[in-house]
Nanobody, 117 residues
Framework: VQLVESGGGLVRFGGSLRLSCAASGFMFDIAAMTWARRTPGKALEWVSSIYVDGSTKYADSIKGRFSISRDNAKNIVYLEMNSLKPEDTAVYYC????????????WGEGTQVTVSS
């Protein structure tokens, strides 16, 4: 199993980024996928999950600003991030699994997102 995140970077307050997670080595189209983030000194925070049926869940902290989607033909899960705030600064990871079990799944190496004020 391999998960490779990309799309992170430095963006100003209010800006946007789209993260991608390219997946391989497993049956992507029957796997729930999750984005989570970690800020130095803080615990891991679940951000969003997308399920096989296309249903989605979002953390309250990002609801209305972030959007998760998946392309089963390309084995990619996306996280569209809008209206970014400095508190969104973190390393963003994608993982296999949904909200209840992503911590037990496979993880990528992460991509850094930095939002300047």
């Amino acid at each position: 199993v391999q998960l490779v995140e990309s799309g992170g970077g430095l963006v100003r307050f209010g800006g946007s980024l789209r993260l991608s997670c390219a997946a391989s080595g497993f049956m992507f189209d029957i796997a729930a996928m999750t984005w989570a983030r970690r800020t130095p000194g803080k615990a891991l925070e679940w951000v969003s999950s997308i399920y096989v049926d296309g249903s989605t869940k979002y953390a309250d902290s990002i609801k209305g600003r972030f959007s998760i989607s998946r392309d089963n033909a390309k084995n990619i899960v996306y996280l569209e991030m809008n209206s970014l705030k400095p508190e969104d600064t973190a390393v963003y990871y994608c993982a296999t699994g949904g909200y209840s079990d992503y911590t037990e799944g496979f993880w990528g190496e992460g991509t850094q997102v930095t939002v300047s004020s």
